[in-house]
Nanobody, 114 residues
Framework: VQLQASGGGLVQPGGSLGLSCAAS????????MGWWRQYPGKQREVVAS???????FYRNSVKGRFTLSGDNVKLTVTLEMNNLEPKDTAVYYC?????????WGQGTLVTVSS
């Protein structure tokens, strides 16, 4: 399974950014696919992800600001991030879990700063 991530960049507080991830290879749906982030010196944490049954999960700190969407035909997952805050600054990773294996895309930096 390969994950190709795109998006991210620099935005001012209160602004918006989008992250997109496209999957290919031995994967047939976007269940268990989503976005994680990592702060310097910290472990990765889930931000938003489709669960095993395909429903979206959001960590509390992004609820109401971030929206996860996906396409099971194109095998893409998009994270729309609104009202961004400096605490959202991190490296974001696309992730999926297929056949007991974790797959990661390349990280993309999101910087929220004035």
């Amino acid at each position: 399974v390969q994950l190709q991530a795109s998006g991210g960049g620099l935005v001012q507080p209160g602004g918006s950014l989008g992250l997109s991830c496209a999957a290919s290879g031995n994967i047939f749906n976007i269940n268990n696919m989503g976005w994680w982030r990592q702060y310097p010196g910290k472990q990765r944490e889930v931000v938003a992800s489709f669960t095993r049954d395909g429903s979206p999960f959001y960590r509390n700190s992004v609820k109401g600001r971030f929206t996860l969407s996906g396409d099971n035909v194109k095998l893409t997952v998009t994270l729309e991030m609104n009202n961004l805050e400096p605490k959202d600054t991190a490296v974001y990773y696309c992730n999926t879990y297929v056949n007991d294996v974790n797959y990661w895309g390349q990280g993309t930096l999101v910087t929220v700063s004035s």
